[in-house]
């Protein structure tokens, strides 16, 4: 069975360019969420997706954005770049999503340098 | 923000040796997850613990979760130079509204 795959695992951006990150979760998982990792920060949770509706959202600014399409593929869009934004990106999909005891499985991860 | 506190941040033994990592939270949880990530990769999950179990194996790993205390552990037996990684607690707390609260992680060395 595939795992949660991210693509593109690298991408480098300009200060104010938008950027789009796709993430396919496991078959049949219907819950997929986004994370960013930086060193200073650590984890920290962007949104989580069921049924292609948004049930949560982390502490971001409106520039990150997201959706889940009917087939549970999610895509996650930061418009107008900072060099902030500079992180590795994490998907993780489960078969429910939070409360419901199912194992949280993570992709590789999207790395996204701003210059 | 961080439910999770890991204890230590980093620990270095020697190949063989056991490693054991604490995790502290702080609100109620339906579960606790331990995730593994080599650098620059992403996170492997390792073992899921319910809030009625306290203590789970998975081959060399043993999780321990004292709800009472908001404390977990992760023990790695007869560590391995592979076991060398990051080491994340994660909660799926009852209340809040994240899938998931990662500590900062605890960085482990074996050497060989």
């Known amino acids: 069975k595939a795992g949660v795959t991210q693509t593109p695992r690298y991408l480098i951006k300009t200060r104010g360019q938008q950027v789009t990150l796709s993430c396919s979760p496991i078959?049949?998982?219907?819950?997929v969420s986004w994370y960013q990792q930086t060193p200073g920060q650590g984890l920290q949770f962007l949104f989580e997706?069921?049924?292609?509706?948004?049930?949560n959202k982390g502490n971001f600014p409106g520039r990150f954005s997201g959706r889940q399409f009917s087939n549970s593929r999610s895509e996650m869009n930061v418009s107008t770049l900072e060099l902030g934004d500079s992180a590795l990106y994490l998907c993780?999909?489960?078969?429910?999503?939070?409360?419901?005891?199912?194992?949280?499985?993570f992709g590789e991860g999207s790395w996204l340098t701003v210059v | 923000s961080q439910q999770g506190e890991e204890d230590p941040q980093a620990l270095s033994i020697q190949e063989g040796e056991n490693a054991t990592m604490n995790c502290s939270y702080k609100?109620?949880?339906?579960?606790l997850q331990w995730y593994r990530q080599n650098s620059g990769r992403g996170l492997v999950h390792l073992i899921l613990?319910?809030?009625?179990?306290r203590e789970k194996h998975s081959g060399r790993l043993r999780v321990t979760l004292d709800t009472s205390k908001k404390s977990s552990s992760l023990l790695i037996t007869a560590s391995r130079a592979a076991d060398t990684a990051s080491y994340f607690c994660?909660?799926?707390?009852?209340?809040?509204?994240?899938?998931?609260?990662f500590g900062k992680g605890t960085r482990l060395s074996v050497i060989a």
């Open positions: 078959s049949g998982h219907r819950s």
């Open positions: 994660a909660t799926d707390s009852i209340s809040g509204n994240t899938p998931l609260v």
């Open positions: 609100t109620s949880i339906n579960n």
């Open positions: 993780a999909s489960s078969l429910a999503g939070r409360g419901s005891g199912n194992t949280i499985y």
């Open positions: 613990i319910r809030s009625n179990e």
């Open positions: 997706y069921f049924s292609e509706t948004q049930r």
